[in-house]
């Protein structure tokens, strides 16, 4: 499979400018996925600048044709371990960090994998496959209660305490630990004029629970802040409403929740400035021809300060 199945990357070229890359520089493109922002920053990039590429997931890291060029270190990992590679690689500060969370297209399209409700399949929706939970053991577990949360919170479905009522009937009789068997008990539930809407929010919900999305999510947002030098920027391409809170809140705060502490005189101590006031995001061209873009919104902001 070539690079461009694989992944195609959103907003690549305002990405890469928003980084403004220095040739000389260090980046950090915390997703590598299928490539694609890393081959744009490795080109903009000089014989003596730096590229360090994550992804936790074995398919991403085999496939990784920038890997032959000197200038790139492929990182085996979660992002959330961001400030500890760069120490162990000695980097004491790096020009800019990209974070693109989408997931990949070949995830979507792998039946193996389970993160698509078009494919039959096991339900495994781990990007790590070397370790923690499916989400065919979240379904097997979760107590009403959780199942209610997650699926409230990260799937924002309506329906969330019926199904997950449903959910815990219906594993009492047999496991629902596949996408037909997952479906077979949601879809009675769902709005019958919105049943594919529906059911990949609840994909959705049990994706971000079974990879802990949000909390690798706030670790790279406070971690960037330590590792990138003063004039060092973060881009951060978002999906849904509950990722791009959490980058807007910490880009103008520098704080999660979106606190903002000021000084004696009442002036801001946030560590960072946003450079967007509004996300960009694809234009009607980028979406034509990558509908999957559609609701992509990058954010960028400039560390201000030592932290």
């Known amino acids: 499979m070539n690079q461009e199945v694989y992944h195609i990357p959103a907003l690549l070229p305002q990405t890469i400018a928003a980084l403004d890359i220095k040739p000389g520089g260090v980046y950090v493109d915390a ?109 097997a577990t979760a107590s009403v209660e959780d199942l209610t949360r997650m699926l409230r919170l990260y799937g924002e479905l309506r329906q969330a305490p019926r199904l997950a009522q449903a959910i815990v009937k219906a594993r009492a009789t047999a496991p629902v630990d596949t996408v037909e068997a997952l479906r077979a008990v949601a879809e009675p539930l769902l709005n019958p004029r919105q049943v594919k809407k529906e059911m990949a929010q609840l994909f959705q919900a049990l994706r971000i629970e079974v990879n802990d999305e949000l909390g690798a999510l706030r670790a790279l947002l406070r971690q960037a802040l330590k590792v990138l030098r003063p004039g060092g920027r973060l881009a ?72």
Not at 60 to 69: E, I, K, Y
Not at 259 to 283: C, H, T, Y
Not at 287 to 303: H, M
């Open 31 to 139: 997703t590598y996925g299928g490539g694609g922002h890393s081959a744009a920053i490795l080109e903009a990039l000089g014989a003596d600048g730096r590229l360090y590429g994550f992804d936790q997931d074995e398919d991403a890291v085999r496939r990784a044709p920038a890997a032959a060029d000197p200038r790139f270190t492929m990182v085996y990992s979660n992002f959330r371990f961001l400030h500890n590679f760069m120490d162990y690689y000695g980097v004491p500060a790096v020009d800019g960090v990209l974070a693109d969370l989408g997931v990949s297209f070949h995830h979507f399209d792998d039946p193996s994998r389970g993160f698509s409700f078009r494919w039959e399949g096991v339900l495994d929706m781990r990007m790590n496959r070397r370790g923690g939970r499916s989400a065919a053991d979240l379904l």
């Open 236 to 307: 951060i391409i978002t999906y849904h409403s509950l990722e791009d809170r959490l980058v807007k809140n910490f880009m103008r705060t520098g704080d999660i929740d979106g606190r903002e502490q000021k000084d004696f005189f009442g002036r801001s101590l946030a560590p960072m400035r946003l450079l967007n006031a509004k996300p960009i995001v694809p234009d009607d061209a980028e979406i034509e021809a990558n509908p999957r873009s559609r609701s992509a919104k990058l954010r960028v902001a400039e560390k201000l300060s030592e932290q």
